[in-house]
Structures are given as C-alpha cells and as structure tokens.
C-alpha cells in the first residue's frame, strides 16, 4: 500500500486560504486515484474532493464547490488540497485517500485503501 503523509492544517479566519498537502510513497503513484476527507468533532467522515490517477477529472463534495480545488503532482508524488473562502463549518481534521484504480474519480470512502494521519483545520469566526 501507499503511505500517506498530510501537512498544511492550521487556524485561519473565515474568509482565510489554506492548502494541504499529501505527500506519498512506497508504490507507483499514478497508479491510485486519489482523495480528500474531513471528520468533525461527533459527525461522520465525509467526502470532499477526490482527483483521477492523471489529474484530469475532479469531483467535489456541493459544500465546497467553487471554493477548493484539488490537483497532482505525479512527478512529484503530491496531492494538494486549495482551500479558498473558508468557513467555521470548514473546521474538521482533513484526510488524504488513496485508491488503486486509474479509472475515473472515487467517492466511496470505502474504495481508499490507504489513509493518511489527518491535520487539523479550524476557522473563526
């Protein structure tokens, strides 16, 4: 399996940018698909962005359309999570995915089989 390594959390204002980062290794990269969670305290896991193993197709979760922006760097083993216009209901622990298909875009958390560690990302108010 991939490891998975996120970076980038931290505290911002509403209206703030953040960009996450995952860092991957220990199999061929372009291989996974790959995607982007968050959990907040007492909710579920939930979907936010997910990217194709070439980075030409990209799907997100309503909540976050126009707002953040996931891309790859295959050259690089990174997947990089844009988050622009944050808001407080934003705050939840990010977590990169990683799934062994290069079809199209994973939704279904149960198709990752690689996780990553999870950063934190709070916003004020």
């Known amino acids: 399996q991939v490891q998975l390594v996120e970076s980038g959390g931290g505290l911002v204002q509403a209206g703030g940018s953040l960009k996450l980062s995952c860092a991957a290794s220990?199999?061929?990269?372009?291989?996974?698909?790959m995607g982007w969670f968050r959990q907040a305290p007492g909710k579920e896991r939930e979907f936010v962005a997910a990217i194709n193993w070439s980075g030409g197709s990209t799907n997100y979760a309503d909540s976050v359309k126009g707002r953040f922006t996931i891309s790859r760097d295959n050259t690089k083993n990174t997947v990089i999570l844009q988050m622009n216009g944050l808001k407080p209901k934003d705050t939840a622990v990010y977590y990169c995915a990683a799934a062994l298909t290069r079809g199209s875009t994973v939704q279904a958390s149960a198709r990752y089989s690689s996780w990553g560690q999870g950063t934190q990302v709070t916003v004020s108010s």
């Open positions: 220990g199999r061929t990269f372009s291989n996974y698909a």
